[in-house]
C-alpha cells in the first residue's frame, strides 16, 4: 500500500473536474493506494507541499465539483524542467507517493514523462499517467479531448445568439476564439448554422494563412450578398505561415512562461481587424469580440458526452496504472451520428508529450475561410444537442 497524488495544469476547462472525481472515486476502489493527496496549483504546489486530503470529501462534494467548470485544485503554468521534477521526485518519495496522475494538455503529459523517466532511473517504483485535457484538441494520439466539446459548445451557442444579434441589426461581427496553433474550437463555430445565410459566414484557423487582401476580399464579397457578415477568428489566426497577425500588432508583445505571445487576454487582434474592415471596405457597423476565458469555464453548459468521457478517463488513469508503469489515456472513435462510440485504450507518454496536432485538410474548405462537412460530422457528437433558433424577419409582410 503507498500513497498518491493528483493535481490538474495548464488552461481550466469545463469538464477537468470530472475527471478529477474520476480519478478520486477510482482510487477509492483500490487497497493499493492508502492516502490520494490533491496538489494544489499543480506543480507548483506540489514542490511546496500544497495538499488535501481526497479520500474526506462527502460524495455531494464531489458530485457539484464534477459539475463545476475550472480547475477545482487550482493550476499553474510552471513548466518543469529537469531540475524542478527532481523537486517533484522528492516529494514523492518524501511522501511515499507511488502513483502520480496529472490532468492536462501535452505540457502535462511532458512533466509525468519526465518525472517517470527519473523514477525509473533512481530505482524509484512510481506509475505516472496523464489524464487528457484541452479546449484546443490538439493532442495526439487521441481522437478528440475532453473540455473540447463543452468549449465548442459555448462558441457554437455564442455564435448562433451572434448571428441572430447581426440580422436584427446588419453589419460586420468578428468573434476571436482560442486557439494557437489548432483551430478545432475555432471551427466549431460552424455547428451554430441551422440555415443557409447563417453566420458564421467566414472562419479563419491557423492551420490556413489569410493575408489580409484575402481577408477583406472574403467580407466584401459575404457584405455584398447579405448586407452583413459574421466572422469567426482563431486567435492564432495567421498571416503568412511562421507569424500570427496578433503578433505582427505588437512589438513588445507580454509572453507567458512558455515564451508564448500573449493572445487571449487582449482585444488587440480583434480591434485590429475591425478597422482594417472600416477602413479599406467604408463599412460603418463594425463590431468585434474576444472570448478570452469565457469559453472554457462557463457554467451551466457542460456537454454531456464531454463530461462522461472526461469523468471515465480520470477512472481509467487509475486503472491502467494499477497495470501499467506509465501512460495516457486516449480514445478511439467507433462511429458517428447516432451510432456514435469511443473506445478507451492506454498510449505511451513518450506518444503525447509536448507534441500536438493540427486541423486535417480534409475539414478545411477549399478556401480556406470555412469548415466542411466531414468536420461537423466530427465535432457534433462532442458537442451535443444544440437549440433550434428561429427568425421572422424573412417571412413575406402582409
Known amino acids: 500500500m503507498a500513497n498518491a497524488v493528483?493535481?490538474?495544469?495548464?488552461?481550466?476547462?469545463?469538464?477537468i473536474n470530472a475527471s478529477l472525481v474520476g480519478v478520486i472515486e477510482e482510487?477509492?476502489?483500490?487497497?493499493?493506494?492508502?492516502?490520494?493527496?490533491?496538489?494544489?496549483?499543480?506543480?507548483?504546489?506540489?514542490?511546496?507541499?500544497?495538499?488535501?486530503?481526497?479520500?474526506?470529501?462527502?460524495?455531494?462534494?464531489?458530485?457539484?465539483?464534477?459539475?463545476?467548470?475550472?480547475?477545482?485544485?487550482?493550476?499553474?503554468?510552471?513548466?518543469?524542467?529537469?531540475a524542478y521534477c527532481e523537486k517533484i521526485l522528492n516529494v514523492f518519495r518524501k511522501r511515499d507517493?507511488?502513483?502520480?496522475?496529472?490532468?492536462?494538455?501535452n505540457d502535462s503529459a511532458n512533466t509525468c514523462y519526465i518525472v517517470n523517466n527519473m523514477a525509473e532511473k533512481a530505482g524509484y517504483d512510481l506509475r505516472a499517467f496523464h489524464v487528457p485535457k484541452t479546449v484546443d484538441n490538439d493532442?495526439?494520439?487521441?481522437?478528440?479531448?475532453?473540455?473540447?466539446?463543452?468549449?465548442?459548445k459555448f462558441v457554437a451557442c455564442a455564435l448562433m445568439g451572434d448571428d441572430l444579434d447581426n440580422r436584427a441589426l446588419p453589419g460586420i461581427k468578428i468573434d476571436v476564439i482560442m486557439g494557437r496553433h489548432a483551430g478545432f474550437l475555432t471551427g466549431a463555430a460552424a455547428l451554430a448554422k441551422q440555415?443557409?445565410?447563417?453566420?458564421?459566414?467566414?472562419?479563419?484557423?491557423?492551420?490556413?494563412?489569410?493575408?489580409?487582401?484575402?481577408?477583406?476580399?472574403?467580407?466584401?464579397?459575404?457584405?455584398k450578398k447579405l448586407g452583413r457578415c459574421?466572422?469567426?477568428?482563431?486567435?492564432?489566426?495567421?498571416?503568412?505561415?511562421?507569424?500570427?497577425?496578433?503578433?505582427?500588432?505588437?512589438?513588445?508583445a507580454e509572453r507567458d512562461s512558455h515564451g508564448n505571445v500573449q493572445l487571449s487576454g487582449t482585444g488587440a487582434l480583434a480591434d485590429f481587424l475591425a478597422g482594417q474592415i472600416k477602413g479599406k471596405l467604408k463599412i460603418k457597423r463594425i463590431r468585434a469580440d474576444t472570448f478570452g476565458y469565457l469559453q472554457r469555464s462557463f457554467a451551466g453548459l457542460q456537454s454531456e458526452t464531454d463530461v462522461?468521457?472526461?469523468?471515465?478517463?480520470?477512472?481509467?488513469?487509475?486503472?491502467?496504472?494499477?497495470?501499467?508503469d506509465n501512460g495516457s489515456v486516449a480514445m478511439k472513435r467507433t462511429g458517428n451520428g447516432v451510432n456514435y462510440g469511443i473506445e478507451y485504450f492506454r498510449t505511451d507518454l513518450a506518444n503525447v508529450a509536448e507534441k500536438t496536432k493540427s486541423v486535417p485538410d480534409e475539414y478545411i474548405n477549399?478556401?480556406?475561410?470555412?469548415?466542411?462537412?466531414?468536420?461537423?460530422?466530427?465535432?457534433?457528437?462532442?458537442?451535443?444537442?444544440?437549440?433550434?433558433?428561429?427568425?421572422?424577419?424573412?417571412?413575406p409582410t402582409l
Not at 199 to 223: T, W
Open 139 to 152: 493532442l495526439l494520439v487521441t481522437d478528440h479531448c475532453p473540455g473540447f466539446g463543452t468549449a465548442g
Open 27 to 82: 482510487a477509492a476502489k483500490h487497497k493499493e493506494i492508502d492516502r490520494l493527496y490533491g496538489g494544489v496549483h499543480a506543480v507548483a504546489g506540489i514542490v511546496k507541499e500544497h495538499f488535501i486530503d481526497l479520500k474526506k470529501l462527502s460524495l455531494e462534494t464531489l458530485e457539484k465539483v464534477a459539475g463545476s467548470p475550472s480547475s477545482a485544485l487550482g493550476s499553474s503554468r510552471d513548466k518543469p524542467d529537469a
Open 308 to 324: 462522461v468521457e472526461a469523468r471515465q478517463c480520470g477512472r481509467l488513469a487509475v486503472q491502467y496504472s494499477m497495470k501499467e
Open 6 to 15: 493528483v493535481s490538474q495544469s495548464g488552461g481550466p476547462t469545463g469538464v
Open 195 to 223: 440555415r443557409d445565410d447563417d453566420g458564421p459566414h467566414l472562419i479563419y484557423i491557423p492551420e490556413r494563412p489569410v493575408s489580409m487582401e484575402k481577408f477583406l476580399a472574403d467580407v466584401d464579397a459575404v457584405y
Open 230 to 252: 459574421v466572422i469567426a477568428v482563431s486567435e492564432g489566426m495567421m498571416a503568412d505561415g511562421h507569424t500570427t497577425w496578433a503578433e505582427k500588432l505588437v512589438e513588445n
Open 366 to 395: 477549399a478556401d480556406g475561410n470555412g469548415m466542411t462537412d466531414a468536420f461537423i460530422e466530427y465535432a457534433l457528437p462532442l458537442v451535443g444537442e444544440l437549440p433550434a433558433t428561429e427568425y421572422l424577419g424573412g417571412y
Open 97 to 105: 507517493i507511488r502513483y502520480f496522475y496529472y490532468i492536462g494538455g
